[in-house]
């Protein structure tokens, strides 16, 4: 087994909110939103949004060598930060599911740099957490980059089902303004979440176009919404 909880720059971007805050109450300033590219696309049938988990941002970390063979193929466990600490119980279940399959990264990616970003949830981890899984922890996967480049969704899902865990449900497709009218629509009765074994609510939504943007600072364009914001 060639594990290795080390160190590597990979760290997962801040994702910014859809509008600006009101000082005073820290609620969203409706239509005033955080950057000019998020105004201009919001009218845009481009949108998706996924279930936003309360848990805490793990990175796998994979590195396929030219050489053949399991010996070719490292796998690291990270946080948010690369000097950030794992609970015990999540880097189990991190090698429950990755450890022994160097073989499975080397076949699905033959050669390169892979990180897949999830969400480590469950008992212990948020205040909330427990309503997640009562007595155990998870992983689900939300993001995928290979040699810098992020995949798109459907390669994503094909990933998490190939290494059979789950991924972030998508919940709502169409424009960012609808999206947002159906958050505030469900304000009183919230969506309840797809991915908590107890009944709860979702903590918010990630937003972001069905194909990778940019700005012109070379920054995902890429939101938030959450229930406590509006």
Sequence with gaps: MNVLLTQYKSEYHKIPSIFKR???TKKFIFGQFTSPELEFLANADIWYATEKIDGTNIRIICDISDKTGPDSVSIQFLGRHDNGQIQ???IGRLSLLF??????FLNKFKCGHIVLYGEGYGHGIQ???DLYKQNDV???LFDVKV???WLRRKDVINIAEFF???YVPTLFIGTLNRIVDEMVATKADQI???VSECPRPIEGLVIRPKEELFTRGKHRIITKIKYSDI
């Design 22 to 24: 009101n000082l005073e």
């Design 88 to 90: 015990q119980p999540l």
């Design 99 to 104: 450890a022994n399959r160097q073989l499975d």
């Design 127 to 129: 205040k909330y957490g």
């Design 138 to 140: 998870g992983f689900i």
């Design 147 to 149: 040699d810098g480049w």
């Design 164 to 166: 059979g865990i789950p």
């Design 192 to 194: 309840e979440s797809l």
